[in-house]
């Protein structure tokens, strides 16, 4: 009679969002190692260049037990750079929050796939120095509050000889071509890349840090045009074809980053209470941001445009803070989508020599009446009313000059130069 096979406890598993780098492919056989665990490799794909099924293949062969590759960029482009748009998100006035927006998805898509594969913890590849490890900490503790989180960066403090060092040790496989001095982050709303020479702010950036928006020597000397359609505050076609969001995020990244379109360089203060020098490449978020911004221009009034500069402010400010999943983001991206239902038309965006400047827009909803504007015979602006308005329009301060002229002449005995009148009761 052979032994009943005894019932082995399943080995524990941790899901680890892999991009492939060097601080996300040591992480593998730390994890293994420290917590005598399985890695699944989870890569979310939001729209980074290079191969993602070799990464994966290369997480296999470096330990990991499984290696998924999730295609998120469809939810991206939808869930998250859509209502940024419509925002005109971009943090501290520059920076259109291109990695800050993916890490709310790629935390989602690591809490859904420790669920579906049994997994108790997640992992992920940040420094304790940044604002992605509160994005995905935040967002993991709201969306899987069961779950552990481990971060092999962070707690091993480790610099990048040592993980060179600890990678060569452990025969890991890294990957190919020469290793970059930056530390770069890349998803379909840009670039960001930070590290080595960069951290100096007073050091103008290498060309060599620059990908998405060529050598300036590159750059067009004839400029391009190109007509953004919207619909709803949504760009739906570019020069009249229709895109899906992807598609036209990306058309528009290669067509104003050939132009040298998106490039920031900014000094940031991160959550962590620390200022950086950051580099950016955002082609298309920034055209769009403008084109966008032209069109609300002409379709919403006066007071509705101001009182959305500040929603935008502050739905920056939550995006950049990791705080995505929070009743307020919702709240004030429900007004947001509210102001949007007349941001319908189009916007001539012209692309030149790193700039991207809208020189043309047109909407069904334009609020600019040519017969109230117009300078010409056609003119129905009622301008006999303007000497009443303006009178009463300035009555508030002309009474508190008058009362402030009168009470100095009063203590200085003086009888003042211009002697103040208050109006007549
Ligand atoms: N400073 C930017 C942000 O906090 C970019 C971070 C880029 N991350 C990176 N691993 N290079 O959104």
């Not at 080995?11 to 780098?21: C, E, F, P």
């Not at 060569?168 to 970059?180: C, D, I, M, V, Y």
């Not at 570019?238 to 998106?262: F, I, Q, Y």
Request: glycine content about 8%; overall charge negative.
């Amino acid at each position: 009679m052979t032994e009943p096979e005894l019932p082995t406890a399943p080995k524990r598993r941790v899901v680890l969002a892999y991009s492939g780098g060097l601080d996300t492919t040591v992480a593998i056989p730390w994890i293994g190692e420290k917590l005598g665990a399985e890695v699944v490799a989870l890569t979310v794909d939001v729209g980074q260049e290079g191969e993602l099924k070799g990464a994966s293949q290369r997480a296999l062969r470096n330990g990991a037990a499984d290696a998924l590759v999730v295609d998120a960029k469809h939810a991206f482009a939808t869930e998250f750079l859509w209502p940024a748009l419509q925002a005109n998100a971009l943090y501290q006035g520059v920076y259109p929050l291109s990695t800050a927006l993916a890490r709310p998805l790629i935390a989602r898509t690591l809490v859904e796939t420790a669920v579906a594969s049994g997994a108790d913890t997640v992992a992920h590849g940040c420094t304790g120095k940044g604002n992605d490890q509160v994005r995905f900490d935040v967002a993991i503790h709201t969306l899987g509050p069961g779950l552990h989180i481990v971060a092999p960066v962070r707690a091993w403090n480790m610099n990048r000889d040592d993980e060179v060092a600890f990678a060569r040790q452990r025969g890991l496989e890294l990957r190919t071509g020469p290793a970059s001095p930056f530390s770069v982050d890349e998803n379909l709303w840009g670039r960001s890349v930070e590290g080595g020479q960069l951290e100096d702010p007073a050091s103008v950036p290498p060309e060599a840090a620059f990908e998405w928006t060529g050598h300036p020597e590159s750059w067009p000397h004839e400029p391009e045009e190109v007509r953004i359609t919207f619909a709803q505050g949504l760009p739906t076609h570019l020069d009249g074809r229709s895109l899906d969001p992807v598609a036209l995020v990306r058309e528009l990244n290669a067509r104003a980053g050939a132009h040298g379109v998106g490039r920031i360089d900014h000094v940031e203060d991160r959550v962590v209470g620390i200022k950086s020098r950051e580099t950016y490449e955002c082609p298309a978020a920034l055209t769009l941001i403008e084109a966008h911004r032209a069109l609300e221009r002409l379709a919403l009034p006066r007071d509705l445009l101001s009182f959305k500069s500040e929603v935008e402010r502050r739905f920056s400010d939550l995006v950049y803070e990791g705080l995505w999943y929070s009743p307020l983001r919702e709240a004030l991206q429900a007004f947001v989508t509210t102001t949007q239902s007349v941001v319908t038309g189009e916007v001539t965006v012209r692309l030149h020599q790193g700039r991207a400047v809208v020189v043309a827009r047109d909407s069904e909803y334009s609020l600019l009446r040519p017969e109230l504007t117009t300078y010409g015979a056609a003119s129905q602006f009622p301008q006999e009313l303007a000497v009443g308005f303006i009178h009463l329009y300035g009555l508030p301060n002309q009474i508190a000059y008058a009362r402030r002229q009168a009470a100095r002449s009063a203590a200085d005995g003086s009888d003042g130069v211009a002697r103040a009148v208050l109006p007549a009761a």
